[in-house]
């Protein structure tokens, strides 16, 4: 199957500090990957959509200019959460759209962030 | 706003029984649902998808049901094993996986 590779897994930082996240396709090309967010039991909330080439589109009440999605490649997007507060502490999880005539989605292993 | 929702937040049963997971959508024009499985601290897993033009889709000790009139969904899971403790997404979208929206989860654990 599919598989999608998210990295790091686990992060911990200091308030203030950015943090990168980078979410690879490995056997597919993905010109769309989602970006989501999961606090502890709750369900995934989708952060942006990622598109490759072109500007990411936000949901609402997601601030553009604190999380920087980035789509260089067709199998590559990356997450930076910039100056870091301990608000910010959560599960992340990316996920890739294989396919264009039966679309599916495969999802990455999530990166868990703590915001000391 | 429209919604998927899951009835049960919890479910919990022996090992060897079948489960069955449910889950009440909302949108009338959703035409494409999926399940998956969320291990802890992992990325959710595909399991089973349907379309709506189906009421009934098997896979590998899985089967998916969809029944349109009452907007419900169950996910049915034969001969429960400990390795299917984990929390159960449903999840819809019209016409196709991008951008769906997820249910709210149900935590299955399977008692020895």
């Known amino acids: 199957g599919a598989v999608v590779s998210q990295h790091p897994s686990r992060v911990i930082c200091k308030s203030g500090t950015s943090v990168k996240i980078e979410c690879r396709s490995l056997d597919f090309q993905a010109t769309t990957m989602f970006w989501y967010r999961q606090f502890p039991k709750q369900s995934l909330m989708l952060m942006a959509t990622?598109?490759?080439?072109?500007?990411?589109?936000?949901e609402q009440g997601v601030e553009k200019d604190k999380f920087l999605i980035n789509h260089a490649s067709l199998t590559l997007s990356t997450l930076t959460v910039t100056s870091a507060h301990p608000e910010d502490s959560s599960f992340y999880i990316c996920?890739?759209?294989?396919?264009?005539?039966?679309?599916?989605?495969?999802f990455g292993s999530g990166t868990q962030l703590s915001v000391l | 706003g429209e919604s998927v929702g899951l009835h049960l937040p919890t479910l919990s049963v022996q090992e060897g029984d079948n489960s069955i997971i449910n889950c009440a959508y909302s949108?009338?024009?959703?035409?494409?649902f999926i399940w998956y499985k969320q291990e802890s601290g992992k990325g959710p897993q595909f399991i089973i998808d349907?379309?709506?033009?189906?009421d009934k889709r098997q896979g590998q000790r899985v089967t998916v049901l969809l029944n349109k009139t009452v907007k419900h969904l169950s996910l049915q899971i034969a001969a429960t094993q400990p390795g299917d403790s984990a929390v159960y997404f449903c999840a819809e979208n019209k016409g196709s996986a991008r951008q769906l929206t997820f249910g709210s989860g149900t935590q299955l654990t399977v008692l020895p």
């Open positions: 949108n009338s024009a959703s035409d494409y």
């Open positions: 990622s598109n490759e080439g072109s500007k990411a589109t936000y």
């Open positions: 349907i379309r709506s033009n189906m």
């Open positions: 996920s890739a759209l294989r396919g264009s005539a039966n679309e599916k989605l495969f």
